[in-house]
């Protein structure tokens, strides 16, 4: 559950003496409260996240773990991470390096996305899917509101907190998937055993139809993906260049074993940004 | 990339007659111990054998070693088989045979029969296995996995195995390609239709995702009893597999052990397939590697590639070319031409001394049935994909009627098999109705 009454940037100062300083209050992620703020050992401004107390620990641990690990400009980096007292609760808090520019969402917001954007952002974000899954890791939550659109033209992919390395025990109840309805892959609809980086694959598809449309490109689609139908990428858009056009349509196959590697999607989108 | 025919270097290493046109071989533990096979020289004794693999066999962990006294005491003799302290072969003190019988002895004390779990463990004994690989000179590095037997798995332990295999062959030798064993029991696939076998999704979408450079795939057939896969979901789940993890970028795909499902294989994608003529050769069953009191001896059938099958030789082949069968020019080999031309001149079977039912008087009947699945094997071998869907749809189609007309005829030894014509036809067909 969300904190209520919302925890204040005081609250906040005072549980964490002066490593961090000039909180402001920054859009709720998913499961917790966000702050923007400088690090004072570092001075990075930085977003702070403090989790929900009752958000599996396990979980974000596993989050500060994997940020630990991986490096790249396409990844949020991690720059502090500790627990504290709120409320008499204790809390988590992982505070990132900030991303200056804007989350996808809100471009997407704002109509059609011109295609060397898209293109660069597949790219980027195909590579940041490729990173976690050499460690075996799956996001499990691609979606436009997961993704910082870097002043530099950069994609990168945010909010880790629901990927879960395979070789964990899940942390998911069976036949429960995770993630953002409208984005999920059929198999991770159908909370199968084993995910792979494929299913990331799918939900990027829809993210980048997403912003070649400038919204999401069917109502209830996910249904409509589960009863075998797809949405052609051709069909959004006049302008949209056919290589494009044929990768998206292919990271958006039934089958995830049919979907493209990350180097061809890396292919057909590199001659366009 | 071509299609072959690999030779099981395991019940003899010799390819039988007079047979040209092997392209490589996969050796088996489970016929010779470790001492002996460092010893030999395939590239000077056998020289089909010089594009080699090695299977690990570690699908075989769950032996019995009081059952399967032979097998386990050949299999205990290689390093990365988990095994108590024992004392190694000394060409100073003991014989090979001698020593290996001494093995065979203890073997119940020395077999340990289950899989390291701890990473440490598992990295080492895959080291272990693909070093041995590296100094045998294989073509390929064959990845070992355990056997999956339960169709509710998440096969977490067998991604285990091939996540540090790919690891640590890119430490010996990054060069070299990598194959992932998959090691399935038909227990897995029988039950499901292959379409919905979530199984079969998952091995093809967690292997072909980690992008080794190809898959060797072993199938075990517990509940069937003859030479011949019969089950329509076990086929078609072998397909799909095959299938789907080409589809998935594997560059080459190795199917052994399922006898002419191999060749079948092919059709959808496979690379290479490998059999021999018995029926140990072609087909995994974990009770058919039991020990068995006195002497199995084999008896002759011979194989019609048009009919996808054998013909019992006792009465069958005679019977039903009474009743009009006539083997087709395409089946000559030189091992079946005497077989043939005798059958032309009216002469029974046991005219040709070559093919009479006798007990172990196999030799043509081996040679003939390699040298037909050499040359089938290269009559598809550049096929497209489409050219391969068409040729199975007729040679199925017509085995299928064939097997129809034959089981006509009262009396069949169970030897002529016709039961898996038809099952494997509309399998095939479905397969590329869905794909196609």
């Given at each position: ?40 050992p ?12 009752n ?30 007292l ?24 704002q ?9 660069k ?39 880790l ?10 942390l ?9 309805h ?14 792979s980086f ?24 996910q ?48 001659p366009?940004? | ?16 007659g ?5 392209s ?6 489970t ?23 090695l299977?690990?066999?570690?699908y ?19 390093p ?43 990295e ?25 037997v ?25 060069a ?7 090691a ?16 079969i ?28 896969c ?39 994608g ?39 099958s054998?013909?019992h ?11 009009g069968?006539r ?17 032309l ?5 046991s ?15 081996r ?13 598809i ?10 040729y ?39 397969f ?5």
């Amino acid at each position: 559950m969300p904190f209520d009454p919302p925890l204040s940037c005081e609250e906040v100062e005072s549980a964490l003496g002066n490593l961090f300083e000039g909180m402001a209050i920054l859009p709720c992620g998913g499961q917790g409260a966000v702050f923007k703020c400088t690090h004072q050992p570092s001075k990075e401004t930085v977003a702070l996240k403090i989790y929900f107390t009752n958000q599996v620990q396990q979980r974000t641990q596993r989050e500060v773990d994997l940020m630990k690990r991986i490096e790249d400009d396409t990844l949020v980096s991690l720059v502090e991470s500790g627990e504290i007292l709120v409320r008499e609760e204790e809390c988590i808090f992982i505070a990132t390096k900030f991303i200056q520019g804007n989350v996808l969402s809100k471009v997407v917001e704002q109509g059609e996305i011109d295609i060397p954007v898209v293109a660069k952002c597949g790219y980027d974000i195909a590579q940041a899917i490729q990173l976690l899954w050499d460690e075996r890791i799956v996001h499990r939550d691609i979606n436009p509101k997961n993704i910082m659109l870097t002043n530099e033209g950069t994609a990168v992919l945010i909010d880790l907190g629901i990927a879960r390395h395979i070789d964990l025990e899940t942390l998911t109840m069976p036949g429960c998937a995770w993630g953002t309805h409208g984005y999920l892959s059929p198999e991770q609809a159908k909370a199968v055993k084993q995910l792979s980086f494929k299913s990331d694959i799918f939900a990027l598809g829809i993210t980048l139809q997403e912003c070649l449309a400038g919204s999401h490109p069917v109502n209830h689609r996910q249904e409509l993906l589960l009863g075998g139908g797809t949405i052609k990428t051709n069909t959004i858009r006049d302008d949209i260049p056919e290589p494009i056009t044929k990768i998206i349509d292919a990271m958006l196959l039934f089958r995830p074993y049919e979907r493209p590697r990350i180097d061809d999607i890396h292919n057909a989108l590199r001659p366009y940004f | 990339m071509a299609k072959e025919f690999f030779w099981p270097a395991s019940v003899t290493w010799t390819v039988p007659g007079r047979v040209d046109g092997v392209s490589g071989g996969i050796i088996y533990p489970t016929r010779l111990g470790y001492h002996t096979l460092i010893r030999r020289n395939p590239d000077k004794t056998h020289p089909h054998l010089k594009r080699r693999f090695l299977d690990p066999q570690l699908y075989l962990i769950g032996l019995d070693p009081y059952t399967c006294r032979t097998k386990c005491a050949y299999l205990v003799t290689y390093p990365w088989f988990p095994r108590k302290p024992f004392t190694p072969f000394d060409s100073n003190k003991l014989r090979q045979n001698d020593w290996q019988r001494m093995v065979k002895k203890d073997v119940h004390n020395l077999w340990v029969g289950q899989l390291p779990k701890k990473k440490k463990a598992i990295e080492q004994t895959l080291r272990i296995c693909l070093q041995i690989q590296e100094n045998l000179n294989c073509e390929s590095y064959i990845l070992p996995s355990p056997l999956t037997v339960d169709q509710t798995t998440d096969y977490s332990t067998e991604l285990q195995w091939l996540d540090t295999g790919l690891e640590v062959s890119k430490k010996i030798n990054e060069a070299k390609q990598t194959l992932a064993t998959i090691a399935i029991s038909d227990n897995t696939l029988r039950l499901i239709n292959p379409w919905e076998n979530e199984l079969i999704d998952l091995i093809i979408d967690q292997v072909s995702s980690r992008e080794p450079d190809g898959a060797y795939i072993v199938l075990e057939q517990s509940h069937e009893q003859g030479y011949y896969c019969t089950h329509h979901n076990t086929i078609g789940c072998l397909l799909r597999l095959v299938h789907g993890l080409k589809t998935g970028g594997l560059k080459q795909i190795v199917v052994a052990y399922a006898g002419t499902a191999g060749f079948l294989s092919l059709l959808v994608g496979a690379d290479i397939w490998s059999t021999g003529w018995y029926k140990s050769e072609r087909k995994l069953k974990l009770s058919d590697v039991e020990d068995v009191s006195g002497i199995r001896l084999a008896y002759p059938a011979y194989y019609s590639h048009n009919f996808a099958s054998e013909f019992h030789l006792n009465s069958d082949l005679d019977k039903i070319y009474q009743d009009g069968f006539r083997p087709q020019d395409d089946e000559i080999t030189t091992a079946s031409k005497p077989l043939i031309e005798a059958l032309l001149s009216g002469h029974k079977v046991s005219a040709v001394p070559e093919w009479k039912h006798e007990r172990s008087n196999v030799a043509a009947a081996r040679e003939h049935f390699v040298s037909m699945a050499i040359s089938r094997t290269a009559e598809i071998s550049d096929f497209s994909s489409d050219e391969l869907f068409s040729y199975g749809l007729n040679w199925l189609k017509n085995a299928k009627f064939l097997a129809e007309e034959i089981s006509k005829s009262e009396g069949l030894h169970e030897r002529t098999a016709v039961n898996h014509q038809s099952s494997w036809y509309n399998v095939f067909k479905e397969f590329v109705k869905m794909v196609g």
